[in-house]
């Protein structure tokens, strides 16, 4: 099941799945915590999991649609720029207004919801305020005291923390790295894989490998000019 591909955040999915399989679905979930810690992750987890007809397969029609982004219920909102705009609100207000494609239920996976600009943020409040029938919101966000109390008072709120370096290299090494990078990303990003991914995207483990390279060699050279100082 999918609640077994999420590592070292286990007081979250102990929550969600007792939660979806009560048959107690909140309008509205956030997601907080750290940057790169596995809450979008998550929120497709769970989009997926509420929609699955075996609650989460990962190989059924349904799941393997949602991993392709290629299911018309289940949409990403992220920012257009530096903001979550009003415009974008105004989609999803007139998308929930029309009928569900196929889905069991629509999720919205509002992802950094800090970026929301104040208008945008008024106008999401509203949908909150008298949410639509068989449609849930899932925002992430990792500046929780940013948002407006309003939103985070009809959101169930979900914690999410910094992974272990035990957790975090799990993850890096599942992503196909060798044991080498995924020890050293894991150093540098402190307990968040997302970041690690990042970095890795960027080459950053081979700037800090050819730095390494250059000091053992500065160390070495010093070594040996010290010995031929003492020989004197």
């Known amino acids: ?22 048959g107690r679905i909140p ?6 915590g ?29 799941c393997v649609r949602i991993n392709e982004d290629n299911y018309p219920d289940i949409r990403e909102i992220t920012a257009d720029g530096k903001f979550i705009k009003i415009g974008q609100i105004r989609e999803i207000n007139k998308d929930v207004s029309l009928s569900i494609f196929e889905a069991q239920y629509r999720v919205y996976i509002l992802k950094n919801v800090e970026k929301m600009n104040i208008e945008a943020a008024n106008a999401f ?25 309003t939103i985070v008072s009809r959101c169930q709120l979900i914690r ?9 290299e ?3 090494l599942k992503k196909g790295m060798n044991q080498g990078e995924a020890s050293l990303l894991t150093g540098i990003s402190a307990g968040r894989p997302g970041k690690a991914i ?11 490998a050819m730095v390494q390279e250059y000091l053992k060699g500065t160390s070495k050279n010093s070594t040996k000019a010290n010995k031929k100082q003492v020989d004197i």
């Open 198 to 208: 990042e970095y890795k995207e960027k080459g950053v483990e081979k700037q800090i």
């Open 125 to 149: 409040l509203k949908i909150l305020e008298e949410p639509p029938e068989k449609t849930r919101f899932i925002l992430t966000t990792n500046a929780i005291d940013s948002l407006l109390s």
């Open 27 to 32: 309008s509205a979930y956030l997601f907080f």
């Open 170 to 172: 799990k993850i890096l």
């Open 34 to 62: 750290p940057d790169g810690v596995g809450k979008g992750t998550m929120a497709k987890v769970v989009a997926k999991t509420i929609n699955c007809p075996y609650q989460g397969c990962d190989i059924c029609r349904v």
């Open 1 to 22: 099941m999918l609640w077994n591909t999420i590592i070292g955040q286990t007081h979250a999915v102990e929550i969600l799945k007792q939660s979806i399989h009560a």
């Open 160 to 168: 999410f923390n910094l992974l272990s370096p035990q957790d975090g």
